[in-house]
């Protein structure tokens, strides 16, 4: 199992920015695949965005790409997401997941670590 700490959520006017941060601690980070998944009030926890951790490769779900960019940094054993031109939509808790697998990663049966969550709230 791995620690999982999210930082960076908070109030933004549509349009805007936020880098999501997400520190782990525990088992080796970098034998972890890591996720962004968000959950809506009355929503289902909703796939954002992954990155494996074999080759770094890069998965999002279709309602970020070219907004959103998740990277990892494995010397400071932290995985980010970076969220530009910010939805009302995109309002959500979003939570950092951890996975020892390196393929599948896009669903949350993958992951067995989770974070507690950070809210990201964007005003129109």
């Known amino acids: 199992q791995v620690q999982l700490v999210e930082s960076g959520g908070g109030l933004v006017q549509a349009g805007g920015s936020l880098r999501l941060s997400c520190a782990a601690s525990?088992?080796?980070?970098?034998?972890?695949?890591m996720a962004w998944f968000r959950q809506a009030p009355g929503k289902e926890r909703e796939f954002v965005a992954a990155?494996?951790?074999?080759?770094?490769?890069?998965y999002y779900a279709d309602f970020v790409k070219e907004r959103f960019t998740i990277s990892r940094n494995n010397a400071e054993n932290s995985v980010y997401l970076q969220m530009n031109s910010l939805k009302p939509e995109d309002t959500a808790v979003y939570f950092c997941?951890?996975?020892?697998?390196?393929?599948?990663?896009?669903?949350?049966?993958?992951?067995?670590?989770w974070g507690q969550g950070t809210q990201v709230t964007v005003s129109s």
């Open positions: 997941a951890a996975s020892e697998m390196r393929w599948g990663i896009t669903t949350k049966s993958a992951f067995g670590s």
């Open positions: 990155i494996n951790w074999s080759r770094g490769l890069t």
């Open positions: 525990g088992r080796t980070f970098s034998s972890y695949s």
